[in-house]
């Protein structure tokens, strides 16, 4: 891997976005040879299913690289949207009362966008505590201020909790593009993109290997195919991939390895999280499919990297002391 | 693009990433004929919602009724309702010698569709309140123009009564099968039958 540690950045994340595009190619011409197939109705629904995943990712990584091509401030603003629906989505889920009205405005409309610019201006210290400091102790004050006591601390927690997921967690992604790594100079954007792709390899292994092995779910009144053993399956893949690239990044094969695991594993314990969230909110089938309320399961798709990112982030910062 | 056309796109915009605004047609496919549409009514979003969920294409023929006392008041309230809108103006108070649903009857042989919100006004009890007549009778004087149910999901939690602000939260329109006035069907009798169709469209499932 040495002669690819040589190439300029541009050249190393233009190699990457090759690979990347050429994997998801085979990937449609296999599904499109599928289908030309007969197939039974189970093998059908699976074979829709997985025609549904692979355009999320299509589309995933045809924004990602625009955002790659435009810089680090379209990057930024593309995940503040992404961030926004997905809050927007997780509030639907949740019962708020009239009281709440304002805290929310103050979430999606100050917090938010506040959160972000702190990112885009590179305030780094200001963006840890942005949201668990200031951010906590004003949205309980604005829903007091509501004059509703019923259930209050229910309301107020899950208010927090969304910000927590759909901002903080989110925001901890373009955040990436802060660090300063010795030699590493101007890649953040490329990190953004290697912890994404991770995530969604350890996503998509795990899926794979709980249908084929049939274990006994872990939890199962929260997820039927969670296990211990996939999900296991699922972050060493991510590690192996992560290893895989470590070529355009800072780290080490093994340092790539322990952290592709990690962050990963984290990212699809919190996919169950979410899993668990929806089942409170009584929504038993999701993704993709449109339900009552309209919404079309993008808070599934990024709630991994909601997770994911800030273990990464802090992991890495600490780890290499930037 | 005129000025008021690109007011439109615009406001469709805003209200989609705020809402969603997903419209959900079951029992009656989008279609480019003359229709009422008829909707529980919680909150002033509810018109901006249904136009949204309208394809793009039928949002100019689709009008819906303004209370003219109120929204020709003010420059800007006028000029969005009949600029952007095309909204069918109607004076709440009743005067002796006049029809008040003659600027709908207009509208409707116009080849117009309407919105309507059969309720007369606001409700936020869940269950919409018992319909107003001008339902049926707009029904029994055109009787070949297929009335549409509709039901408006969420939208209270959006802006509740007395805010200003819209707090993004996904809504969604559905809307249901055709219905007509049967022959020699009793007023109503035909009212109820018609909230109950936009109550089971709001029914989960």
Redesign the interface.
Known sequence: MGALRELSVTQQVGLLFVIVFGVLLLASLIAFARSLRELTPEQKERHERFVRDLRAVWIGAVLFWLAWASGAFVATLLFALISFLALREFITLMHTRRGDHRALLAAFFVVLPLQYLIVGTRHFDLFTVMIPVYAFIALPILGALGNDPTRFLERTAKIQWGTMVCVYGMSHAPALLLLDFKGYEGRGAFLVLYLVVIVACAQIVQEAASRRLRRRPVARAISRSFSWRSWFIGAVAAGVVSLLMSWATPFKPGQALAIGFVASGCGTLGDLVMKALKRDAGVRHWGGRASVTGAVGLLDRVAPICFAAPVFFHSVRWYFGV | MTLPEAAGLALAFVARL?T???G?WKGSPPKAEQRIYFANHQSHFDWVLIWCALPRDLRSATRPIAARDYWTSGAFKHWLTREVFNAVYVSRTRSEDEDPLEPLVHALKNGDSLVIFPEGTRSNKGEPQPFKSGLYHLAEQFPNVPLIPAWI??VQ?VM?KG?V?P??????VTFGAPMRLDAAEDKRVFLERARDAVIALGA?G
């Open positions: 705020i969603g605004a997903q959900h999901d969420n939690r509740p805010e602000v707090v993004p939260i996904l809504c969604s989960p």
